[in-house]
């Protein structure tokens, strides 16, 4: 007996990246080191001074969080929303400027989140493409836009799972031509190599951009779920019709803002991961991988005649990367030194043991 589930439900597979309890984990794009001695006091104190407030609800609109994370990214407050995790702010977007009888379109292979909250709102969804080297220029980004004309154009840069971040050559093509919103997930903004834009700048001038952040990564607060975008005000008003009333609570609201209190600190793993993930490339390159040119805090490589099989012998050895579905390609997140370490020394073991896997089965053939 089946449930009267939404047809266009049926069949999904819910989000679900492995929660494994294994000693290297670096498959989710966290910030593998713990917050500081300094944030962890000010994010007790600042729980502390709210509970005996817990009684009523927190504030609606988040007002102080708001004027804080606009002086993180030198907008105004009034540019700014927040809620749980950029997932949730996305899924309003969706529910605003999409929802039955609108589409959405992503490049892929991009954020697997995109297409799943589609569905959850009942937005149709589009698959757009890139180019074999996982790049989209300004024509071609047009051009699919122009083919579809989609009501809500998710762009990801730096793109999760590749790394590859977008030319604002690209952003701006788009809202050319976008007949609605142009959203850019800019989740790994933080992990930019020099040089690399953010489509913050394009923001004046463009009233149906949102741009969307979060403090999962850089931040190191995944376990937080904070999650902003920066857009016209006319943007968070729109949004504020669709959220639930409260949705932020108390608790997370005074975690965020004390954590932003100490953003340089919290921040202050950003340069040494950066320095991982270039040290992951060419160590993976030298030893004769393919990866992708990455801006973020995450390497996609490979190339695999069967990644399943390196994945699991990766996870053998204790070592969890991230299966993303991309045929020949695996992706891994910089965590530490010593678990990089681990993740190249298990990756050169295991293509090891691969090269000499025919050869054994020979032997005992012949043997
Ligand atoms: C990790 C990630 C997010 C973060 O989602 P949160 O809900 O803020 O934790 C958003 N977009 C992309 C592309 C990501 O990889």
Same mark, same amino acid.
Do not use: C
């Given at each position: 007996m089946s449930l009267p589930l939404r047809d266009e439900l049926r069949g999904l597979r819910p989000y679900g990246a492995p929660q494994l309890d294994v000693?290297?984990?670096?498959?989710?794009?966290?910030?593998?080191?713990?917050?500081?001695?300094?944030?962890?006091?000010?994010?007790?104190k600042a729980l502390a001074a709210t509970l005996r407030d817990l009684n009523r609800y927190p504030?609606?609109?988040?007002?102080?969080?708001?004027?804080?994370?606009?002086?993180?990214?030198?907008v105004r407050a009034d540019q700014v929303w927040a809620a749980?995790?950029?997932?949730?702010?996305?899924?309003?977007?969706?529910?605003?400027?999409?929802?039955?009888?609108?589409?959405?379109?992503?490049?892929?292979p991009a954020y697997s989140m995109h297409p799943l909250l589609a569905a959850g709102t009942g937005t149709s969804w589009v698959d757009g493409h890139r180019d074999e080297n996982f790049e989209l220029s300004p024509q071609e980004a047009r051009r699919q836009v122009a083919a579809h004309r989609p009501d809500v154009v998710f762009l990801c840069s730096p793109n999760n799972p590749t790394g590859t971040a977008l030319p604002l050559a690209v952003v701006e093509a788009v809202?050319?031509?976008?007949?609605?919103?142009?959203?850019?997930?800019e989740a790994y903004a933080e992990f930019r190599r020099p040089g690399t834009p953010t489509a913050l700048s394009l923001l004046d001038g463009h009233p149906r951009l949102v741009v969307t952040r979060t403090m999962s990564k850089a931040f190191a607060l995944a376990g937080v779920r904070l999650g902003y975008l920066a857009a016209?005000?006319?943007?968070?008003?729109?949004?504020?019709?669709?959220? =639930?009333?409260?949705?932020?609570?108390?608790?997370t609201q005074a975690a965020a803002r004390a954590a932003l209190a100490?953003?340089?600190?919290?921040?202050?793993?950003?340069?040494?991961?950066?320095?991982?993930?270039?040290?992951?490339?060419?160590? =993976?390159?030298?030893?004769?991988?393919?990866?992708?040119?990455?801006?973020?805090?995450?390497? =996609?490589?490979?190339?695999?005649?069967?990644?399943?099989?390196?994945?699991?012998?990766?996870?053998?050895?204790?070592? =969890?990367?991230r299966d993303v579905g991309l045929p020949g390609w695996l992706r891994v997140t910089a965590g530490t030194p010593a678990e990089n370490d681990a993740f190249l020394h298990a990756l050169r073991v295991s293509a090891r043991s691969e090269r000499s896997e025919p050869r054994s089965r020979e032997r005992k053939v012949a043997g």
């Open positions: 000693p290297v984990r670096l498959n989710t794009n966290e910030n593998s080191y713990p917050l500081p001695d300094e944030v962890v006091a000010a994010v007790e504030d609606r609109d988040a007002v102080a969080l708001r004027e804080d994370l606009a002086g993180y990214l030198g749980n995790g950029s997932n949730e702010v996305q899924q309003q977007l969706l529910q605003a400027f999409g929802g039955p009888g609108r589409s959405a379109l992503g490049f892929v809202l050319h031509e976008a007949p609605g919103m142009v959203v850019v997930d016209d005000p006319a943007v968070v008003d729109a949004v504020q019709l669709v959220r =639930l009333p409260y949705h932020l609570s108390t608790l100490h953003a340089e600190t919290l921040l202050g793993t950003v340069e040494a991961i950066k320095a991982e993930r270039d040290r992951i490339v060419r160590e =993976l390159v030298a030893a004769g991988f393919e990866t992708a040119p990455s801006d973020a805090n995450f390497v =996609l490589f490979g190339r695999f005649a069967d990644e399943k099989s390196t994945w699991r012998r990766l996870l053998d050895r204790g070592v =969890l990367v």
